[in-house]
């Protein structure tokens, strides 16, 4: 079983989030980033049991600058076998999605995995969109896999429940919570990643389809009135002239 | 009072550990990739490990030895020690900033780490023989063999040179007799390297197993300090060691006094990361804690502390790293090992009271980390080496002027 996982690098979840350049881009200035979790605790690692059961090899992709060799060398101390960063900074989506679909023609993959969402866009598209593009199934949000030669049984994450459906191999996958465990590289892995392969490779070419008019932050959370029970008409006034809805 | 309810609702409310890594002047440049994943691991491990269970086991003073075998899977247990023989290959830097999130968590923990590679892996592989080397360095990096360190005797201490444990030649043995105190793991431990006269007066290092007849480690009661650290004796008395147990490859106080300058080093590393954790949650509270209608951290005299504590702790970070860089081109001295270990542990302390009174009376419970990170650090203050000791080393080294003996 060869395996592709997709990996990015996204802000730490402690990270003060801020903009620059009137507000079209994110301000990477002092921001700690760490390998997207549902990438790394999930998808990565759900790969590298495959491999453990089957054989075959984990490969780690990544688009984006060389800032991300350090996510993408924490993925290799985990357990994955080599890794290719295709050396751009994306604008959107469906540029990470073509550069990703144009190395994974290149090889001989039997199964594309990313994680569900990044978690600082939460935009679950690259992986449907690579889908698209290799004209293979893609299942979203799995939270099982489980697989018997090159048919997999998959639970999928559906609104109110779960769906279990079958895929034959070549498919791409998202993985959410539950799909795997969290592993921690140990000190030997963090040493053996220095020697495994990191290709660099150029972008193909693809254009981005979108572009970012501007971010803005939500709006600060108001802090909460505490009523007295004894005091229903204070609560309907607030409810009727602060909240506005009665 | 029912200690039982009370360890168990202490238990359940555990915070959550929101530690956060401060970096005051961009030190992280200076440290490599590998240096910031083992960093990373750690102290994911830490998180997921020790600050869940860490305030109940030493409220309790007993050890997680479930910790062991953690700390053998992420590789904490003689990480510059090479691959083959159970270490991870990793330099000195690396060593240092495991210690340091391992401490991060608790001084005990730490300890653990740093005896079994420091003290027990590292003299076997710098001293002992291949069949000694093969015999046990894989089982102690997997964490199957815990390991101890005797030098320490209860008459001497700061003096170990006058130590009184013994060995006499008898054949292809030697009959070991005497005592060592405050071993850390000990009581647990099934080998210890253990230093001793011979007949002519000359320090030996010698290995000694469990169950070998004569041979006792009874366990130390009754610390307020490295609680969740099991701590105890050991005892000889006509304990037959084959020859082939003696290091082969030193003589004389240069064995143990090499193994001290490998723990020190760590420790000078390793309480940054307990004055960190200690700065991290006084900033935290401050920020959060409100009185007079406003956070504490807003008022002059809690910014004062902490705006010390974060320059000591840069100050400290950078005299490790130049400590480091250093220690890998093998040149650092075991003065200078002294210094930072000095200087650091009585950093450390010196946060943990500081950070204990920004909690107010919180800081006395063990809802927060900074009263036992402040009571382990008693101990850190003096063992490997005590304050004062250390301060007279310096001395030594710029006088030339011996003024301890």
Redesign the interface.
């Known amino acids: 079983m060869n395996v592709l996982v997709c990996v990015t690098k996204t802000p730490d979840t402690?990270a003060k989030i801020g903009f620059v350049e009137q507000n079209t881009r994110f301000d990477q200035n002092g921001v700690q980033f760490i390998m997207n979790p549902y990438d790394e605790w999930y998808a990565l690692v759900r790969a590298l049991e495959l491999k453990e059961a089957q054989g075959g090899k984990v490969t780690l992709i990544s688009v984006g600058l060389a800032d991300c060799?350090?996510v993408i060398?924490?993925g290799l101390?985990i357990g994955a076998d080599e890794a290719v960063r295709i050396d751009m900074d994306p604008a959107d989506s469906f540029q990470v999605a073509s550069e990703i679909a144009a190395y994974a023609r290149s090889g001989e993959f039997d199964l594309i995995m990313t994680g569900k969402e990044s978690i600082e866009s939460n935009g679950s598209e690259v992986g449907a969109m690579i889908a698209e593009l290799m004209d293979w199934p893609f299942l979203s949000y799995a939270s099982k896999m489980e697989m018997v030669g090159s048919t997999a049984t998959v639970d999928l994450e559906i609104e109110g429940g779960e769906e279990t459906v079958q895929v034959n191999t070549p498919f791409v996958i998202s993985a959410a919570k539950g799909l795997a465990e969290?592993r921690?590289?140990?000190?030997?892995g963090?040493?053996m990643?220095?020697t495994k392969p990191l290709q660099v490779l150029p972008g193909s070419g693809a254009a981005a389809r979108s572009s970012i008019v501007g971010y803005s932050l939500p709006k600060e959370k108001a802090s909460v009135h505490l009523v007295d029970p004894e005091r229903m008409d204070e609560l309907v006034r607030l409810l009727k002239e602060e909240a506005k809805v009665l | 009072m029912d200690t039982t309810s009370t360890t168990q609702s202490r238990k359940s409310s555990a915070r959550e550990d929101r530690y956060?890594g401060h970096d005051y002047y961009q030190l992280d440049e200076l440290l490599q990739?590998?240096h910031?994943?083992?960093r990373?691991?750690v102290r994911?491990?830490v998180k997921?490990e020790v600050s869940p269970i860490i305030e109940d086991y030493a409220n309790r003073a007993e050890c997680p030895y479930h910790l062991f075998k953690g700390l053998a899977?992420?590789?904490?247990f003689g990480?510059s020690l090479p691959?083959e023989y159970g270490g991870?290959?990793?330099d000195e830097i690396?060593y240092g900033v495991?210690m340091q999130e391992l401490e991060r968590g608790d001084s005990g923990i730490r300890s653990m780490a740093s005896v079994q590679g420091s003290l027990v892996m590292y003299p076997i592989y710098k001293f002992g023989s291949e069949e000694q080397r093969r015999k046990y360095l894989p089982k102690l990096g997997s964490g199957e063999f815990i390991g101890c360190f005797g030098l320490t005797e209860p008459d001497h201490g700061s003096n170990p040179a006058g130590m009184v444990t013994n060995i006499k030649d008898d054949g292809d043995h030697v009959i070991l007799n005497g005592a060592k105190m405050w071993i850390t793991n000990s009581p647990v431990a099934d080998v210890a390297v253990v230093w001793a006269k011979d007949e002519e007066g000359i320090v030996r290092g010698v290995i000694v197993e469990k169950g070998m007849p004569g041979f006792t480690a009874p366990e130390i009661h009754g610390k307020w300090s490295l609680r969740a650290s099991i701590t105890g004796e050991l005892v000889f008395e006509d304990v037959r060691v084959p020859k082939t147990n003696i290091l082969p490859n030193v003589k004389g106080m240069k064995g143990p006094l090499s193994c001290l300058s490998k723990a020190r080093y760590g420790i000078a590393w390793g309480v940054i990361g307990a004055a960190l954790d200690c700065y991290d949650s006084a900033l935290r509270y401050s920020l959060e804690r409100e009185q007079f209608g406003r956070p504490i951290a807003g008022f002059q005299l809690t910014q004062k502390k902490l705006a010390e504590m974060i320059t000591e702790i840069t100050k400290a970070q950078l005299l490790t790293w130049r400590l480091g860089t250093l220690a890998n081109a093998g040149k650092a001295t075991p003065a200078q090992i002294s210094m930072a270990k000095r200087n650091n542990v009585n950093m450390a302390l010196e946060i943990a009271r500081e950070a204990r009174q920004i909690h107010g009376g919180m800081g006395i419970t063990n809802e927060y980390p900074v009263m036992r990170h402040m009571m382990n650090l008693e101990t850190v203050l003096t063992y490997e080496g005590t304050h004062d000791i250390h301060l007279l080393i310096t001395g030594m080294d710029v006088t030339g002027i011996n003024a301890f003996s």
């Open positions: 402690t060799d350090q060398r924490k101390a969290q921690i590289p140990n000190m030997r963090i040493m990643a220095k | 956060q990739e590998d910031l994943l083992a990373d691991a994911t491990w997921q899977e992420i590789g904490a990480p691959a991870g290959g990793m690396a495991i």
